[in-house]
Nanobody
Framework: EVQLVESGGGLVQPGGSLRLSCAAS????????ITWVRQAPGKGLEWVAG????????NHADSVKGRFTISRDNAKNTLYLQMNSLTPEDTAVYYC???????????????WGQGTQVTVSS
């Protein structure tokens, strides 16, 4: 059974940092691209960042470029999202999602985690 479990969310002040993790199991992690997607209160899903299965190819949404960094450790079956310079607009539930294929730009997902809440507020 495919499982994706996010962690690392919480309450942080504007300008602060958080690192989210997504622990994967039930599939060969290194074969698939993985993505972070978020949903702010009352809004739709927003793609945040994606990373290829191997080779380190990544991309980030313009709204987070230069502040967030996606990475993965295939030996640990874990995806990360380092978030710096957080603003209230980053407040959302953050989900990791497994792609059907190996490239971040495939944009087709077949498994999602339960999400972790990030709240940016003073």
């Amino acid at each position: 059974e495919v499982q994706l479990v996010e962690s690392g969310g919480g309450l942080v002040q504007p300008g602060g940092s958080l690192r989210l993790s997504c622990a994967a199991s039930g599939f060969t992690f290194s074969n698939y691209a993985i993505t972070w997607v978020r949903q702010a209160p009352g809004k739709g899903l927003e793609w945040v960042a994606g990373i290829n299965s191997v080779g380190g190819g990544t991309n980030h949404a313009d709204s987070v470029k230069g502040r967030f960094t996606i990475s993965r450790d295939n030996a640990k079956n874990t995806l990360y999202l380092q978030m710096n310079s957080l603003t209230p607009e980053d407040t959302a539930v953050y989900y990791c999602a497994k792609s059907l294929w190996s490239n971040w730009y495939d944009f087709v997902y077949d498994s999602w985690g339960q999400g972790t809440q990030v709240t940016v507020s003073s």
